[in-house]
């Protein structure tokens, strides 16, 4: 009885939104375009595209090298994880010199190159601002360590030794899961938030902020398109240094998130930067609530512009298999939120979650290629910008090492170097590093089927998945059924579907735990998408409220006819269809 009126309750709950959607959709129509919502952006990580020098690493010369590839794909910007210079602590996210290029990676002459040979091909480029943390081989850090009265110590946070130990903080990827580290130096501790060498940034001091803003500037002034402001959402910390409750870490962004201060920072900076040029500007984490991403995106906050949450990523983080119930209604109620205010980054994979097809579909030999044709589907037709990651337009999957020795991921080596240490079992930690690590995303891109996948000629950085002599760009080009084929005829669709950009979103049969359905309306323009996220076939009957009668079939990831007849639909496993749909 209980669950009858819980499933009741849903589905009422879901009804009455999708009333309110279907009254409030449409408004003010002329106003709401932007290029950066119609944009699909490719998310590139430069340390695994393409070598261009035989040292193993990806670097921008490979990646000018591959800019026509780019510009096949139909995408319209290009998002580079960082490439400023670093020491890779953590593959670049530990940034020594916000104003030049890593070593490894080239040199400031290439990346001008670099943005003029995508901008000539009618590409954006957007960049990774990492401004929560530096590396502790940056200048500024090096100084604030040197003593206590220096100009630079308050770029960061401190704790001198004589207040005692400093109040607990968390650390991702400390051994230890301690944020504060001990220099002797000064005999003080600083912050970390992640690895030792990421001290924290602090941002109540306004020199740093203006330090950072006049960065900010110097990328934006060289023609850059947008930015990614990584772990932002952490940079505002309450200085108080108060002691959390035992076991918050479990709800760490409640706790770190949306800081005190973080909305007068991002004003401050939408007001001395973002405002002055036109640039699609993207809040990674975005908080952990809908009124949290809000008010870090709303046009009327002036602050940022588009919303890149993270509650789609914590479903399916369990090897066994997720409900794809939440999943729909995760989306659902995402796009609900934001049908009339703010905008959405719609995504199922980046640098730091597996594979997309090893998470929520089957990559398995039957149905990886069915399965990763299905989640573009699904990324290609929701409403808001698609970020897409590198490779799963090849339908590449996890690596699943089996050796410590084969990762380079600071977060999997440390939390090894934890688990052992506790005496945890190992086994079950690896065996779930094979599902989850980020490693599983940065293996190097699958170019053809010559040694190395035509990555490098050298010794890779990272080992390249077995799987590249038919998982490759030159094999799936050839090949009109391929996942390359397949997701550039999507999103050539998507472009020309103005629908698929701005269409109200309405989900059908939400409960139903194996076939996602769910239409996009704009006026009289309507589209039908069918997914069947399991390995069985289904006859599937469509709500009536959808007409299907003289339904066009717009794309199908299984090669044949699929047809609606009745409002009944014969799903194969993992089939994805589009259809458009009549009005009256």
């Known amino acids: 009885m209980r669950n009858s009126i819980g499933l009741t309750f849903t589905c009422l709950i879901f009804f009455v939104i999708n009333c309110f959607s279907q009254q409030s959709s449409n408004n003010n129509k002329a106003s709401r375009a932007a290029w950066w919502k119609e944009a699909v952006v490719y998310q590139l990580y430069p340390r695994s595209f393409k070598d261009s020098d035989g040292d193993g690493v990806g670097d921008l010369k490979?990646?000018?090298?591959?800019?026509?590839?780019?510009?096949?794909?139909?995408?319209?910007?290009?998002?580079?994880?960082?490439?400023?210079?670093?020491?890779?602590?953590?593959?670049?996210?530990?940034?020594?010199?916000?104003?030049?290029?890593?070593?490894?990676?080239?040199?400031?002459?290439?990346?001008?190159?670099?943005?003029?040979?995508?901008?000539?091909?009618?590409?954006?480029?957007?960049?990774?601002?990492?401004?929560?943390?530096?590396?502790?081989?940056?200048?500024?850090?090096?100084?604030?360590?040197?003593?206590?009265?220096?100009?630079?110590?308050?770029?960061?946070?401190?704790?001198?030794?004589?207040?005692?130990?400093?109040?607990?903080?968390?650390?991702?990827?400390?051994?230890?899961?301690?944020?504060?580290?001990?220099?002797?130096?000064?005999?003080?501790?600083?912050?970390?938030?992640?690895?030792?060498?990421?001290?924290?940034?602090?941002w109540e001091n306004e020199k740093l902020r203006n330090e950072v803003y006049d960065m900010m500037k110097f990328w934006l002034d060289k023609g850059i398109d947008g930015l990614r402001m990584d772990a932002f959402q952490y940079a505002s910390k309450d200085t108080t240094?108060?002691?959390?409750?035992?076991?918050?870490?479990?709800?760490?962004?409640?706790?770190?998130?949306?800081?005190?201060?973080?909305h007068q920072y991002l004003k401050e900076m939408n007001k001395t930067v973002i405002s002055k040029y036109n640039v699609m500007t993207?809040?990674?984490?975005?908080?952990?609530?809908?009124?949290?991403?809000?008010?870090?995106?709303?046009?009327?906050?002036?602050?940022?512009?588009?919303?890149?949450?993270?509650?789609?990523?914590?479903?399916?983080?369990?090897?066994?298999?997720?409900?794809?119930?939440?999943?729909?209604?995760?989306?659902?109620?995402?796009?609900?939120?934001?049908?009339?205010?703010?905008?959405?980054?719609?995504?199922?994979s980046n640098h730091d979650v597996p594979r997309m097809v090893s998470k929520y579909g089957n990559d398995s030999l039957q149905f990886r290629s069915y399965s990763s044709k299905l989640l573009t589907t699904l990324i290609m037709t929701m409403r808001g910008t698609p970020f897409y990651f590198n490779g799963d337009e090849l339908g590449m999957s996890n690596i699943k090492f089996n050796n410590i020795d084969d990762y380079r991921d600071i977060a999997t080596i440390n939390a090894y170097k934890s688990i052992k240490a506790k005496g945890e079992d190992v086994q079950t930690f690896m065996d779930k590093q094979k599902f989850i690590s980020r490693d599983n995303t940065r293996t190097p891109f699958q170019w053809d089927a010559s040694p190395n996948a035509g990555f490098t000629t050298g010794k890779p950085w990272i080992n390249i998945n077995p799987n590249y002599k038919t998982v490759n760009v030159v094999t799936e080009e050839?090949?009109?059924?391929?996942?390359?084929?397949?997701?550039?005829?999507?999103?050539?669709?998507?472009?020309?579907?103005?629908?698929?950009?701005?269409?109200?979103?309405?989900?059908?049969?939400?409960?139903?735990?194996?076939?996602?359905?769910?239409?996009?309306?704009?006026?009289?323009?309507?589209?039908?998408?069918?997914?069947?996220?399991?390995?069985?076939?289904?006859?599937?009957?469509?709500?009536?409220?959808?007409?299907?009668?003289?339904?066009?079939?717009?794309?199908?990831?299984?090669?044949?006819?699929?047809?609606?007849?009745?409002?009944?639909?014969?799903?194969?496993?993992?089939?994805?269809?589009?259809?458009?749909?009549?009005?009256?």
């Open 282 to 348: 993207v809040a990674e984490g975005a908080g952990s609530t809908l009124e949290d991403a809000h008010a870090l995106v709303d046009e009327d906050r002036h602050e940022l512009n588009m919303a890149y949450h993270f509650e789609i990523m914590d479903i399916g983080n369990d090897p066994r298999g997720y409900k794809l119930t939440d999943l729909k209604k995760a989306f659902t109620r995402w796009d609900y939120s934001f049908a009339d205010k703010g905008w959405l980054a719609i995504f199922l």
């Open 478 to 584: 050839k090949n009109p059924s391929s996942e390359l084929s397949y997701f550039k005829k999507i999103v050539a669709l998507r472009k020309s579907m103005p629908v698929l950009v701005y269409g109200d979103y309405k989900v059908f049969d939400i409960e139903n735990p194996d076939i996602y359905c769910y239409t996009r309306t704009d006026g009289k323009d309507k589209v039908l998408v069918l997914l069947n996220f399991s390995t069985k076939a289904f006859t599937y009957t469509i709500d009536k409220q959808i007409n299907t009668t003289a339904a066009k079939l717009l794309i199908n990831n299984y090669n044949g006819v699929t047809a609606l007849t009745n409002n009944k639909i014969s799903l194969k496993p993992w089939q994805s269809v589009v259809f458009k749909i009549n009005q009256p």
């Open 62 to 202: 490979g990646i000018i090298s591959k800019l026509d590839y780019l510009k096949s794909l139909g995408v319209d910007a290009v998002w580079l994880n960082p490439i400023f210079s670093s020491p890779n602590d953590d593959n670049g996210y530990d940034i020594s010199d916000y104003r030049n290029i890593m070593k490894e990676f080239g040199t400031m002459k290439d990346f001008d190159e670099l943005l003029a040979g995508l901008h000539k091909r009618k590409i954006k480029l957007i960049l990774d601002m990492v401004l929560n943390h530096s590396s502790d081989e940056h200048e500024w850090f090096k100084q604030a360590k040197s003593s206590r009265t220096n100009p630079y110590r308050n770029y960061y946070h401190w704790w001198p030794e004589e207040k005692g130990k400093p109040t607990p903080r968390y650390s991702f990827f400390d051994v230890n899961n301690d944020a504060w580290k001990y220099d002797a130096t000064t005999k003080s501790y600083y912050l970390h938030y992640f690895s030792q060498k990421q001290p924290d940034l602090n």
């Open 241 to 262: 240094w108060k002691k959390y409750p035992e076991g918050y870490e479990k709800e760490i962004i409640k706790y770190y998130g949306m800081g005190p201060n973080l």
